[in-house]
């Protein structure tokens, strides 16, 4: 079985039976490093015996990421509520475009794109089932099978019969799977942009896929 020991703190643990050392973390408690050794021969009555942490299954870290990520859609559908609201302020406060005769005109246009921004036209069994396909081909897939992405992608947006609406659950989707698949595939410095450029690819698909549905 054997020990393992930190010669910073003077600790030490035993290994139980069906232990070993790549069962725990590297680093004891207090910054040391743990080192495995098969016996121990104790003379300095300052070593003391401790409890060491084990290391995460990779089930427990499946799990916690699953835990983690199951606030995701909500907190991004609040911050991008509150986004809208924010800008539609700044856009009705601008004091500079008091005297612009246009001013109305401007105003109307900007809020109708403004009133896209928003959750109520989105399909979430659609856009949920996709992710879930699409993060999966890109965690597990390589090659050729990454081009069902794509098709995916295109298929959203084929589904709907407006092409704005489709557009928008085509570029949920993107975002969403590729925030996941970035998580799952442990890209965590990439998490932003890989969430953008899904993003973009699905609201490019989703717009091939409306325009498909309109020539077909």
Same mark, same amino acid.
């Given at each position: 079985?054997?020990?393992?020991?930190?010669?910073?703190?003077?600790?030490?643990?035993?290994?139980? !039976?069906?232990? !070993?050392?790549?069962?725990?973390?590297?680093?004891?408690?207090?910054?040391?490093?743990?080192?495995?050794?098969?016996?121990?021969?104790?003379?300095?009555?300052?070593?003391?015996?401790?409890?060491?942490?084990?290391?995460?299954?990779?089930?427990?870290?499946?799990? #916690?990421?699953?835990?983690?990520?199951?606030?995701?859609?909500?907190?991004?559908?609040?911050?991008?509520?509150?986004?809208?609201?924010?800008?539609?302020?700044?856009?009705?406060?601008?004091?500079?475009?008091?005297?612009?005769? #246009?001013?109305?005109?401007?105003?109307?246009?900007?809020?109708?794109?403004?009133?896209?921004?928003?959750? #109520?036209?989105?399909?979430?069994?659609?856009?949920?089932?996709?992710?879930?396909?699409?993060?999966?081909?890109?965690?597990?897939?390589?090659?050729?099978?990454?081009?069902?992405?794509?098709?995916?992608?295109?298929?959203?947006?084929?589904?709907?019969?407006?092409?704005?609406?489709?557009?928008?659950?085509?570029?949920?989707?993107?975002?969403?799977?590729?925030?996941?698949?970035?998580?799952?595939?442990?890209?965590?410095?990439?998490?932003?942009?890989?969430?953008?450029?899904?993003?973009?690819?699905?609201?490019?698909?989703?717009?091939?896929?409306?325009?498909?549905?309109?020539?077909?």
């Amino acid at each position: 079985m054997g020990y393992l020991i930190c010669n910073k703190c003077k600790s030490y643990y035993k290994l139980r !039976s069906g232990e !070993s050392a790549k069962n725990f973390v590297d680093q004891c408690d207090c910054g040391g490093k743990l080192r495995y050794v098969k016996n121990l021969d104790i003379v300095d009555p300052q070593w003391r015996p401790v409890q060491l942490k084990k290391k995460p299954t990779k089930k427990e870290i499946l799990k #916690n990421k699953i835990h983690s990520l199951s606030s995701i859609p909500l907190n991004l559908k609040n911050s991008l509520i509150q986004f809208k609201n924010n800008l539609q302020c700044r856009l009705q406060n601008r004091q500079n475009w008091n005297h612009n005769p #246009n001013y109305a005109s401007q105003t109307g246009n900007i809020n109708s794109i403004i009133n896209e921004i928003n959750f #109520n036209n989105i399909r979430w069994t659609v856009v949920i089932s996709a992710a879930l396909a699409i993060t999966a081909i890109d965690a597990f897939t390589q090659g050729i099978f990454t081009l069902l992405i794509l098709v995916i992608l295109v298929a959203v947006g084929y589904l709907f019969n407006d092409r704005i609406i489709g557009i928008k659950n085509a570029l949920i989707t993107g975002a969403i799977s590729f925030f996941f698949g970035s998580l799952f595939t442990s890209s965590f410095l990439l998490l932003i942009p890989l969430t953008i450029v899904g993003a973009i690819n699905g609201a490019v698909c989703g717009w091939i896929g409306g325009y498909l549905k309109t020539r077909l």
